[in-house]
């Protein structure tokens, strides 16, 4: 059982922050010199760090990324629940290679391993109102990490949730039900995630891959709230998964730790039916927002349609400004690879530049 304890650890998280700003009146007060960016600067001091490597060693490049922030992981778990969050909400072994791939959960744990000795929790939810995430855990070969490490697979959507709300298409009120797992302020969350494009906010890294986590699916009853995100227009809906996917970062739904494996990406139409690209680069990062930003930068996509990343720099959640962040590796600008972007590209930010400018 996790205690709801917002600041046992010691250690004042963006999670701690946001679930603190939503608490209302019957909550804790912080003082108004406590702005955004002073929360910013708390966090990552006067510039966020990620780290970048190239190369085709997938467990090893993941426990090198992380090196860099051994420190700072440890005093940031301090007593709480380790979840590893994977990227594998389609079960099915044609997924695969969209999916998180074992060796990536593998070099998580190895660098875990001497900081934190306590069970750490793998988790993932289905998409589709099909089956239980066990199925995907087989297929996807993260059953073995169960005799090799101290780990324990859990289905997100078998997890506690709390109704909360959401926008629709036609700017109303939304009610979906959140998994408690990734809202709780004694969870130290890790995004174990696969760099890929998507239909309808572009590209999906370490934040989408915990926030399209987050709704639950009730497979049991074949009925799944995750479409709600979209807010019920589908792939065209670019404007309203982008908002959302912001709205719950600011509940709390975001991860302390990314992790993003490029070794064997996804461009066209991702998240799910893309081609593989052979990348060969890891982005690793304590500011989701800068990790995914860096990641972006990558796949040479232009910055100005990513806004929900934009957003949640804006909110103080991290770094969108990559001259904000020092980057621990070689030079990414000689491994950025131009994607091919998915097919309703157009379509899907058309909104951004009605609201926000001319395309050029």
């Known amino acids: 059982m996790i205690e709801k304890d917002t600041f046992s650890s010691g250690v004042f998280d963006r999670r701690s922050f946001f679930k603190v700003m939503t608490l209302g009146a019957a909550g804790l007060t912080l003082g108004s010199s406590f702005s955004e960016s002073a929360a910013l600067k708390q966090k990552f001091g006067e510039k966020s760090r990620v780290s970048f490597l190239t190369g085709t060693d997938r467990r090893e490049m993941v426990y090198q990324s992380l090196k860099p922030f051994e420190k700072e992981v440890e005093k940031a778990i301090g007593k709480k629940q380790v979840v590893v969050k994977v990227n594998a909400g389609l079960a099915k072994p044609e997924y695969a290679q969209y999916s998180t791939h074992a060796d990536q959960i593998r070099g998580i744990l190895d660098f875990l391993k001497p900081i934190h000795d306590r069970k750490i929790i793998i988790s993932e939810g289905t998409a589709g109102a099909e089956c239980s995430a066990f199925i995907g855990f087989e297929n996807y070969g993260y059953k073995l990490l169960e005799k090799e490490y101290k780990v324990k697979l859990v289905d997100a959507n078998d997890q506690s949730y709390t109704l909360r709300w959401i926008r629709a298409a036609k700017h109303h009120p939304e009610p979906i039900n959140i998994i408690d797992l990734y809202t709780d302020p004694n969870v130290y969350l890790i995004s174990a995630a696969r760099m890929k494009t998507h239909d309808s906010v572009v590209a999906t890294c370490s934040l989408k891959n915990v926030a399209m986590g987050s709704p639950v699916c009730h497979y049991k009853e074949k009925r799944n709230e995750k479409p709600k995100m979209h807010g019920g227009v589908g792939a065209s809906g670019g404007r309203e998964l982008s908002y959302n996917i912001f709205l719950v970062a600011q509940m709390g739904v975001q991860p302390d730790l990314s992790i ?11 998240p ?89």
Not at 260 to 270: A, K, L, Q, W
Not at 306 to 317: F, N, Q, R, T
Not at 327 to 349: A, F, M, N, T
């Open 272 to 360: 799910w039916n893309g081609t593989k690209v052979e990348h060969g680069v890891m982005v690793a990062s304590t500011d989701f927002v800068a990790a995914d930003r860096l990641c972006s930068e990558l796949m040479g996509i232009d910055p100005f349609v990513m806004k929900y990343l934009e957003w949640c720099s804006d909110a103080g959640m991290g770094n969108f400004d990559l001259g904000n962040v020092k980057i621990i590796g070689p030079d990414y600008r000689q491994h950025i690879i131009k994607y091919k972007l998915h097919s309703y590209y157009e379509k899907s930010v058309e909104w951004v530049y009605e609201n926000y400018g001319e395309k050029k």
């Open 260 to 270: 993003i494996d490029g070794i064997e990406s996804t461009e066209g139409d991702g």
